[in-house]
């Protein structure tokens, strides 16, 4: 199951155990989704290269922990907003468009400063599709029911803006919403097998090792602080098992500021950790 699902059920275990919350007040999640979206054959749909086949022989994943600045981000919003600048965005970005836009830029920088070149880049962005299909059964389904939304940079010379990283994510993933608001059970499953298929799994990007690929997953609304079995709320966090190049975005305990956790090649590690642009939104 998803980490939306995990999360929730842990929360809701604990407001019986602890908070002793009578169950028709508890959330409980439904099994309805398999009534839709019913067994299928996806050796038919799914090419074979477009499945992760692990880590690249050459990697070494490490992990670093760090806290996003929010007095720094504010900043950002209102620069990158602001109306006297005839190149501001006509939206307000959201804090993870903007510090995933700071992770990506970070990374492929680090990317340039090793091989001498800006490469392309493909993130996978984890999508929680609860709510955002018509049926009542996709509202709070228990399980996995989450869409990997594929977002490439193709670089255009060697500069690289916040605001096009920003513009890339939103627009990416405002289609992916957007269709699959309309779309029947079938046109969704057929949208993820496109995806991967056109990505993970195509000529041009899933199979090329001259392409830098990297998850970015945000749990900022997971209910993770709030558990408290009776050994206290948590308060060392940690995620993933070092098989790909993931950022995790979680949430601080106080809820105002966004942690990272940052699985990445330790080649990269070393650049980021210098990058002042980047420190310059970070609390390590």
């Given at each position: 199951m998803d980490g939306w699902a995990s999360f929730t059920f842990i929360y809701e275990w604990f407001r019986v155990c602890k908070l002793g919350i009578p169950a028709e007040k508890i959330n409980f999640m439904s099994f309805d989704l398999a009534n839709i979206f019913?067994?299928?054959?996806?050796?038919?749909?799914?090419?074979?290269?477009?499945?992760?086949?692990?880590?690249?022989?050459?990697?070494?994943?490490?992990a670093k922990n760090f806290v996003m600045d929010e007095a720094s981000l504010s900043k950002l919003r209102d620069k990158l907003t602001?109306?006297?600048?005839?190149?501001?965005?006509?939206?307000?970005?959201?804090?993870?468009e903007m510090v995933t836009a700071i992770l990506?830029?970070?990374?492929?920088?680090?990317?340039?400063?090793i091989s001498g070149k800006v490469k392309p880049s493909l993130m996978s962005f984890p999508l929680n599709l609860r709510g955002k299909l018509k049926y009542p059964e996709t509202v709070?389904?228990?399980?996995?029911?989450?869409?990997e939304v594929p977002i490439a940079y193709e670089p255009k010379g060697t500069k690289m803006e916040l605001k096009d990283f920003i513009?890339?994510?939103?627009?990416?993933?405002?289609?992916?919403?957007?269709?699959?608001?309309?779309?029947?059970?079938?046109?969704?499953?057929?949208?993820?097998?496109?995806?991967?298929?056109?990505?993970y799994g195509g000529q041009d990007w899933g199979t090329s090792d001259d392409i830098e690929e990297?998850?970015?997953?945000?749990?900022?609304?997971f209910h993770m602080q709030e558990a408290d079995f009776g050994w206290?709320?948590?308060?060392?966090?940690?995620?993933?098992?070092?098989?790909?190049?993931?950022?995790?975005?979680?949430?601080?305990q106080c809820g105002n500021s966004i942690a990272v956790q940052m699985d990445l090649k330790d080649k990269y590690i070393h650049f980021i950790e210098r990058d002042q642009d980047f420190l310059a939104f970070t609390k390590f």
């Open positions: 019913g067994p299928r054959d996806i050796t038919t749909i799914f090419e074979a290269s477009a499945i992760f086949h692990g880590i690249r022989p050459d990697s070494k994943i490490v602001n109306c006297h600048n005839p190149e501001a965005l006509c939206f307000k970005p959201s804090r993870v990506w830029r970070a990374q492929l920088r680090a990317s340039q400063a709070n389904p228990f399980g996995n029911f989450i869409i513009v890339l994510i939103r627009e990416a993933v405002q289609k992916t919403v957007d269709y699959c608001g309309e779309a029947s059970t079938d046109e969704v499953v057929d949208l993820v097998a496109n995806l991967y298929n056109q990505s990297f998850t970015c997953s945000s749990l900022c609304s206290g709320n948590p308060n060392l966090m940690h995620f993933g098992s070092r098989h790909h190049q993931v950022f995790w975005l979680y949430s601080t």
